[in-house]
């Protein structure tokens, strides 16, 4: 199987960088060619790739525009597309992360992931309630999301 993957993220404040890592060495692990971008570098060219698993997170309610360029390209119709969030939101209502924040924007370019998810991002210092959970992230999810890439990829080659 063919399997050259792309994770690629944007990031402010490193809850995406965190959830692309884990997600990375767990799809490295189930054998894939994994390749981690930063997309603050630059914005790659999927079309080398087969597999392509996509992070953000928000800031002022919305994903940052940086992101979105990846999305723009016209050849993400012919690839394996995964989708993921790191946001505040997410802390509690994950589902309505996925629908307030991806779902717009995979109805505007037309894409088909295969999965869409959102992950708990991290609370700004100074919006943490004092007796309130300041370590937000679960790499542990994104963790468990790449073991379901790994096998849904795995389940339509075999």
């Known amino acids: 199987m063919t399997n050259k993957t ?8 490193g809850a995406t960088e965190e959830y692309a890592k884990v997600i990375a060495e767990t799809l490295t692990a189930s054998g894939l060619a994994v390749e981690l ?10 079309t080398v790739y087969d597999i392509v698993v996509l992070g953000t997170g928000v ?19 012919n690839k394996r597309l995964f989708i993921f969030l790191a946001s505040g939101t997410a802390i509690e209502e994950p589902e309505k992360a996925v629908e ?11 894409l088909k992931p295969e999965s869409l998810v959102s992950f ?12 309130g959970q300041k370590d937000t992230l679960k790499p542990e999810k994104a963790k468990e999301w790449a073991h379901q890439i790994a096998r849904m ?6």
């Open 6 to 13: 792309l994770v690629a993220y944007f990031t402010k404040g």
């Open 37 to 46: 971008r930063n997309l603050a570098s630059d914005i790659p060219d999927v």
């Open 59 to 77: 800031r002022m309610f919305t994903v940052y525009r940086r992101w979105r360029k990846v999305l723009k390209q016209k050849t993400l119709h």
């Open 100 to 110: 307030k924040f991806l779902q717009p924007l995979i109805n505007k370019y037309d």
């Open 120 to 131: 708990p991002g991290k609370i700004p210092e100074k919006w943490a309630k004092l007796d």
């Open 153 to 158: 990829l795995q389940s339509k080659h075999t």
